[in-house]
């Protein structure tokens, strides 16, 4: 089986941290291009921030850069994203997706696998 599973999600207090994790089965993470896209209701999916596949150099949307960060655990086969300063604005649901292009795409079209998604909710 291949496939991705996000966890983590929840509920969070604005100005407080969560992190999200993409388990990868039936393939090796550190052969693709990974990425996290959300989508908040009524808005369309956005590209968070993404890991080549060559490099795993990271990309970033402007509005999580310096709050976000995503990580690589080549031996437990994950993804990471590292959520603070988190703001109303960030609730959404979050997906990690998986292509075979070699650097970071922030076109939510261009990835092959995805995960079934994790609520993120921040509170006020």
């Known amino acids: 089986q291949v496939q991705l599973v996000e966890s983590g999600g929840g509920l969070v207090q604005a100005g407080n941290s969560l992190r999200v994790s993409c388990a990868a089965s039936g393939f090796s993470l550190a052969s693709y291009t990974v990425a996290w896209f959300r989508q908040a209701p009524g808005k369309d999916r956005e590209f968070v921030a993404g890991?080549?596949?060559?490099?795993?150099?990271?990309d970033y949307a402007d509005l999580v850069r310096g709050r976000f960060t995503i990580s690589r655990d080549n031996a437990k086969n994950t993804v990471t994203l590292q959520m603070s300063r988190l703001t109303l604005e960030d609730t959404a649901v979050y997906s990690c997706?998986?292509?075979?292009?070699?650097?970071?795409?922030?076109?939510?079209?261009?990835?092959?696998?995805w995960g079934q998604g994790t609520q993120v909710t921040v509170s006020s």
């Open positions: 890991s080549s596949w060559h490099s795993h150099i990271s």
């Open positions: 997706a998986a292509g075979i292009g070699p650097t970071t795409d922030r076109s939510w079209a261009k990835y092959n696998l």
